[in-house]
């Protein structure tokens, strides 16, 4: 019996035992389920950083070369942004003064408007002749078919193409710069518009420092004596304005070589008709005469310094009347500019 007991026993040990671990496994089973999956990847799986901030050093890498592949380039103009071509192989001009801006700044164009004033050498700027040795005349004032005729793939409109920006455009890439009295002010916009600011620069240091040659010059032979700028045309006498009045001769005489004008002349505007008795009357030292090409003109000018009518002007006197030219006094660009004040130096310093 005792035996029996210890059998019954053992059994029901070894099943509560075997319920307990049973329940045991289970609860780990079910806790291991409720731990949440790891933040870190595994390490196998590969961490693409979509996140990250793009390479620079690459960007700038694209950059550059996309600028070195370029054929064009945008700027800035009196018409507003352009696309111009980075290098242009026929530049046609519409505009005479242009051809000594785009000259001077070392291009030589593949068309200009005829220049048909007297004076002109066969069409052209008689001053930039050599320089246009087999470029084509496209006639004053060219109109558009003229300027499609000579095949640009660049247009620098001028004065008066100034309103045809649309039509000039259908034609080839186009800009304007706008005209003034100081030259270096269009030189330097072309320059910079045209990639070549450095030339544009060197060009107007070289004529500043003429400027000065001239100004010293001048000092030592005019001094304070006074001077007038008088042009004959349509048979009579304009007498032109002080400093800051607007024309390209009170702008060389008054505002760069600072000299003095006579007491008639105008303060407020360019000039404008001014009569023989005036002229008569007038005190001036020296005077700058730019005449007119025509006969009527010319035969004013002769008796202005030879008739005794004007023979107590003290220039006439004195034989200090100097004879110029369209260049600069009237038009002009660098090259006109900077020659003359060298033969302003000569005229008058005999330098």
Not at 49 to 64: H, R, S, W
Request: glycine share 6%; net charge negative; aromatic share 10%.
């Amino acid at each position: 019996m005792f035996v029996q007991r210890l059998g019954w026993m053992f059994i029901v040990m070894v099943l509560c035992l075997g319920s307990v671990l049973g329940c045991s496994q289970n609860n780990t089973a079910s806790e291991q389920s409720n731990v949440p999956a790891s933040s870190e990847p595994a390490a196998s799986e590969e961490n693409t950083n979509f996140g990250a901030e793009p390479d620079e050093t690459n960007k700038t890498d694209e950059a550059a070369a996309e600028e070195e592949n370029a054929s064009t380039y945008i700027v800035d103009s009196a018409w507003g942004e352009v696309e111009l071509p980075l290098h242009p192989k026929r530049v046609v001009l519409t505009y005479h003064d242009d051809i000594d801006h785009i000259v001077a700044l070392g291009i030589k164009p593949a068309a200009v408007p005829t220049y048909e004033r007297k004076g002109n050498i066969d069409g052209y700027l008689p001053y930039l002749v050599d320089e246009m040795q087999g470029v084509d005349k496209i006639g004053n004032a060219p109109p558009p078919e003229a300027i499609l005729a000579a095949e640009p793939d660049l247009i620098v409109a001028g004065y008066f193409h100034r309103e045809m920006q649309a039509e000039l455009e259908k034609i080839a890439p186009s800009i304007y710069f706008e005209w003034n009295t100081d030259w270096r002010k269009t030189h330097l916009e072309m320059g910079k518009a045209l990639g070549m600011e450095d030339k544009a620069q060197a060009n107007i240091a070289a004529f500043n420092e003429e400027t000065e040659k001239t100004k010293a010059a001048l000092k030592k032979t005019i001094g304070d004596e006074k001077v007038a700028f008088i042009r004959v045309r349509q048979n009579q006498l304009e007498l032109y304005g002080a400093a800051g009045t607007g024309s390209y001769a009170s702008m060389i005489l008054y505002d760069w070589l600072d000299l003095t004008p006579v007491d008639e002349a105008p303060t407020d505007n360019w000039g404008g008709p001014f009569s023989l008795e005036s002229f008569a009357e007038m005190k001036a030292e020296h005077i700058f005469l730019y005449v007119l090409e025509n006969d009527e003109n010319a035969a004013l000018a002769t008796s202005l310094l030879n008739d005794k009518l004007y023979a107590a002007v003290p220039a006439i006197q004195k034989k200090q009347v100097y004879m110029v030219d369209s260049f600069p006094w009237d038009r002009g660009g660098p090259i006109a500019f900077t020659m003359g004040m060298q033969k302003i130096r000569e005229m008058v310093a005999g330098e």
